[in-house]
């Protein structure tokens, strides 16, 4: 045996405390000869790579001589002998006598580690990028299975336990859009669904060996064929909790060989938190919108009930007068002329306020995509209804598609909507302006600079600020909006205009 074989040439002097120090080196020492063969080794390295040293002595290694690149350091990935593989770093060198010396050491945890917070770092982004829950959620099946050794992941959202589940990310078991009614089959069939618990405890579930069982059970026959498409061994079901609830659970499938250790569970507990604000944030979206449409309906009818109901009433009344004098043996004409034009008034203002009402209800979208014409057309009825000054400046006139110019129009609005809602203002400025490659669309105000927040999320702009926010986003851009420092507010959409070519920008 050459366990004790020390890895670097010293003095004379110093070799009997530089051998003992090299042989309890927790890193593994290698000496190489001028064909790149094992010469020595310290018992540090054997471990690591797993074989004795008196088997390695005399055969060719695995590190490569010469320069390792700017960081000095390669990565050797070695088969594991009863496990996964191994990530070794390395630092070659000539030792002086034409042949080389290795210093390495085991970084596979390390790595993992650090490829984990990446992952749970992208996982981040892409909730906070709030796009499409499905699409986010998909991306962060889809970093569970690149990161940690699994096979496949499921998010799954969980309202009641008793109906029927709602798959919002997979990856690794390919198509399978009829898992939900293949699962529903199983349940049917007595199926032991282990997620359930995860998810009515509030704590992860580990099950070793799963897939075999599920296989084997004719009960799971609907998703036998789905459950064996991915080489998997293990299972965990990570429930997803947020504020206190669990909204749903992230089903991991470990491939085989591959134990969930707390380093693998603490990374989905991660993940899991993040799947979980991914759902909760579109759940209080939704609900944001939906509040949103009833008080849109509740302002629709007391402005119904403060114009158009009260003139109704008002004309009614004059009627009633008007007939009073018609019914008199020596009606007044001139207090009948009188009443049918005031009745007549009455009747032209009532129709002007409903007609106001249904175009706030249904805006007309821009003509031909043009956006200048519509946004000006909107700001003139704007100011003669309300004497609000609204200035229209655009240097440029672009012609966008209907549906981009729709999406920008109705922010214009909405802004203008505000302004008077709100702001105490007597002039806005609307512009619409190109700047370095992108469409600028911007309303300010002089008014106080304040907006009411938004009762769910205190967000100051409230649900319009979360409408034009998405209607920019649907198109790449940005919508900003806030008091100034001098006084009044700003919003400011910004849209790339190369992304709207396919709109006819």
Known sequence: ??????????????????????????????????????????????????????????????????????????????????????????????????????????????????????????????????????????????????????????????????????????????????????????????ADIRFLEAHARGEPVVVPHRRAAILSDPAWEPLHEIMGRPDWDGFVAMPMVVRGTTVGVINAYYQPD??????????????????????????????????????????????????????????????????????????????????????????????????????????????GGDLVEAVRTHASEVQSRTGLRVDVLAPVDPRLGPGVADDLYRTVREALHNAVKHAGADTVRVRIERSDGDLVVEIADDGTGIRPADPLTGVPGGIGLVSMRERAERWGGTCSAGPRPDGGWTVRTVLPVAGLHGEGA
């Open 1 to 190: 045996m050459h366990d004790d074989v020390t890895t670097v040439p010293v003095p004379d002097r110093d070799a009997p405390g530089a051998a003992a120090l090299v042989a309890v080196c927790p890193d593994g020492l290698v000496l190489l000869d001028d064909e790149g063969r094992f010469r020595s080794l310290n018992p540090a390295a054997a471990a690591l790579l797993g074989r004795p040293a008196d088997e390695l002595l005399g055969t060719p290694a695995p590190f490569v001589p010469g320069p390792a690149g700017p960081s000095g350091t390669r990565i050797l990935r070695r088969p594991g002998p009863d496990g996964p593989g191994r990530e070794l770093r390395y630092r070659i060198a000539p030792d002086g006598t034409g042949g080389w010396a290795v210093w390495f050491g085991d970084v596979t945890d390390r790595l993992a580690r650090q490829e984990r917070l990446t992952a749970i770092v992208r996982a981040a982004a892409g909730v906070a990028e709030a796009g499409s829950l499905t699409s986010t959620l998909d991306a962060i099946a889809r970093e569970i299975i690149g990161t940690a050794h699994i096979a496949a992941a499921q998010i799954l959202a969980v309202d009641d336990p008793a109906a029927d589940l709602q798959v919002l990310g997979m990856a690794g078991f390919g198509s399978a859009p009829d898992f939900v009614r293949r699962l529903r089959s199983c349940r049917e069939r007595g």
């Open 258 to 367: 591959e134990a969930p250790d707390p380093s693998s569970l603490a990374f989905l507990e991660a993940m899991a938190a993040h799947a979980a604000v991914a759902v909760d944030t579109a759940r209080l979206v939704a609900r944001s919108r939906s509040e949103a449409r009833t008080a849109e309906r509740r302002r629709l009818a007391r402005d119904l009930h403060d114009s158009v109901v009260q003139q109704l009433f008002s004309i009614r009344m004059q009627v009633s007068a008007l007939q009073g004098q018609l019914d008199r043996s020596d009606p007044d004409p001139s207090r009948v002329l009188g009443a049918a034009t005031e009745l007549s008034e009455m009747s032209a203002d009532a129709l002007d306020d409903l007609r106001l009402l249904v175009r706030e209800m249904h805006p007309a979208a821009p003509r």
